[in-house]
């Protein structure tokens, strides 16, 4: 009879801690959201599906190398040879170890830069790309602005701490979303594994992509990593799967591949992608002093919708019934709405 007590006694103990450890796990839990920064958007219409804390501002670590990657290809010739020079090396944190007199080109910089997150190759694209570390992160800056991103400042293009260098969740989506739709750029950060040029030695360089997700999640196609001890464990992924392409962001999240694979899945799970008008219809004919002019859009309206927002989808269109300016040949736009919350515009264009 004693036995069968103590059996009691610690079946009732191990429920007590059993019941303290969920209790602790909810309030870490907790603890976590509110210091991560998530996003996940769709990637052709930037539409936000999820987002935690999204809008606030972060140190990003090496993420911001999609930024220095894109701004790179955008303005230099991705086959221009660069020689390295002695204060290109040596750089602190991850590198491919680049030695003086060295010669890549620029496209192998940016595997370098990408796949293995070079700080060295960093350096060397900027001060190649714009003379200065200075200059290279105006151009940063200019190109943030420009694709939306007005929360961000960028200091420098490797991602090494420093106050003024931070971003938020949402704006490095934005950033992403851009840079994806470079197919050089695109090519690079889906590359698992490659060899490069060591230009000094009998041997070239093999880079294998930091990027685990490509290897365990289905459909990723990149992006990009990143860890300091102030950012805390950062990554950006993409992901195709069913006509859709999403993209995660989460900063300052310690279980960072775990987490975005949940994010991502849940997405996939709850949208899908709703082909809602194509771009070979004519919308409509609108008069003019040279008779009838038809009017159309340019690209398909692709939206990732929930099957209830499919069926209540409200479409607004906005244009003149009589054209009188032929100077510009985009006149309206379509509205596309999800109850009132606008989700997406498309211009409106005259066929003539």
Known sequence: MKKIYKIIAMLFVLAILSHTHVNVYAQNKDEFSNKC?????????????????????????????????????????????????????????????????????????????MLRSGNDC???????????????????????????????NFTNPHGLHDDNHYTTAYDLAIISSYALKNPIFKQIVSTKKIEIPFTTREFNRVLFNKNKMLKEFEGSTGIKTGFTKKAGRCLVSSCERNGLELISV?????????????????????????????????????????????????????????????????????YPSYLSDFSNNEIGLIKFFCENNLIFTEKIYTII
Do not use: W
């Open 250 to 318: 989460v900063l300052n999240c310690p279980p960072m591949f775990e987490r975005s694979k949940t994010l991502l899945s849940n997405c996939f799970n709850d949208y899908k992608a709703y082909n809602v008008l194509e771009s070979d219809n004519i919308l409509d004919f609108i008069d003019s002093e040279r008779g009838k002019i038809a009017i159309t859009i340019k690209n398909d309206v692709i939206l990732p919708l929930t099957e209830n927002e499919y069926k209540n989808l409200r479409i607004e269109y906005e």
């Open 37 to 113: 920064s998530e996003i996940v958007i769709d990637s052709r219409t930037n539409r936000i599906l999820y987002q935690n804390n999204a809008y606030e501002k972060k140190y990003m670590a090496r993420t911001n190398k999609i930024l220095t990657a894109i701004v790179v290809i955008e303005n230099c010739n991705i086959n221009d040879i660069v020689t390295i020079k002695k204060e290109t090396t040596g750089i602190e944190g991850s590198s491919i170890y680049l030695e003086e007199g060295e010669k890549l080109s620029v496209m192998d910089l940016l595997y370098g830069l």
């Open 122 to 152: 960093a350096i060397t694209l900027a001060t190649h790309c714009s003379g200065s570390i200075k200059n290279f992160a105006e151009l940063m800056n200019k190109m943030a602005k420009k694709i939306g991103a007005i929360e961000s």
